[in-house]
T-cell receptor
Framework: AQSVSQHNHHVILSEAASLELGCNYSYGGTVNLFWYVQYPGQHLQLLLKYFSGDPLVKGIKGFEAEFIKSKFSFNLRKPSVQWSDTAEYFCAVGIYNQGGKLIFGQGTELSVKP | EAQVTQNPRYLITVTGKKLTVTCSQNMNHEYMSWYRQDPGLGLRQIYYSMNVEVTDKGDVPEGYKVSRKEKRNFPLILESPSPNQTSLYFC?????????????FGPGTRLTVL
């Protein structure tokens, strides 16, 4: 069965530290990849997405992610985090021709200390 | 303002008492979906709808029903709620099937079943 795995359940960083959140998926076919963010008490919002082309995609608020097909990975990065980045981050994989299914990872809670 | 709305936002009920959580979107989206979010499990799809009168099961459909009589509305029905349905529920919509399109999420409904 297809699945998405996020390596870290909870990450704690100080402001200005660099961030990398891991995401791996298990599916051998064509996928589309997303990162969503959920700020405390709010609904999920799209950070960035990859469909095709340049495997390094840039999203909002200085986030970027790199798709490495050989590793089935789509890691999220930010060079310098801010306190306002405190949120839960979800990696999601869209599998075409499966009813438009979007499979989410377990989520990574990021806490940024001021 | 383009949005997905859900009602109620919070609900405490008792086992066996039928309830409905409403979801409405004003973006003329074809695809709508319900997810539940549980700690450590991420978001899991309950049901989805590709268009009016077209619904299908997601990964965790047991104990839930849905209907899609109008394009804008996609209510989630719990005929006989049980404590294991205590969760945070999100409705989402996208222009078309979600593997290619950004999903827009509602604010969530926190349900407690006693």
């Amino acid at each position: 069965a297809q699945s998405v795995s996020q390596h870290n359940h909870h990450v704690i960083l100080s402001e200005a530290a660099s961030l990398e959140l891991g995401c791996n998926y298990s599916y051998g076919g064509t996928v589309n990849l997303f990162w969503y963010v959920q700020y405390p008490g709010q609904h999920l919002q799209l950070l960035l997405k990859y469909f095709s082309g340049d495997p390094l995609v840039k999203g909002i608020k200085g986030f970027e992610a790199e798709f490495i097909k050989s590793k089935f990975s789509f890691n999220l990065r930010k060079p310098s985090v801010q306190w306002s980045d405190t949120a839960e981050y979800f990696c999601a994989v869209g599998i075409y021709n499966q009813g438009g299914k979007l499979i989410f990872g377990q989520g990574t809670e990021l806490s940024v200390k001021p | 303002e383009a949005q997905v709305t859900q009602n109620p936002r919070y609900l405490i009920t008792v086992t066996g008492k039928k309830l409905t959580v409403t979801c409405s979107q004003n973006m003329n989206h074809e695809y709508m979906s319900w997810y539940r979010q549980d700690p450590g499990l991420g978001l899991r799809q309950i049901y989805y709808s590709m268009n009016v009168e077209v619904t299908d099961k997601g990964d965790v459909p047991e104990g839930y029903k849905v209907s899609r009589k109008e394009k804008r509305n996609f209510p989630l029905i719990l005929e006989s709620p049980s404590p294991n349905q205590t969760s945070l529920y999100f409705c989402a919509s996208s222009l078309r099937e979600s593997s290619y399109n950004e999903q827009f999420f509602g604010p969530g409904t926190r349900l407690t079943v006693l």
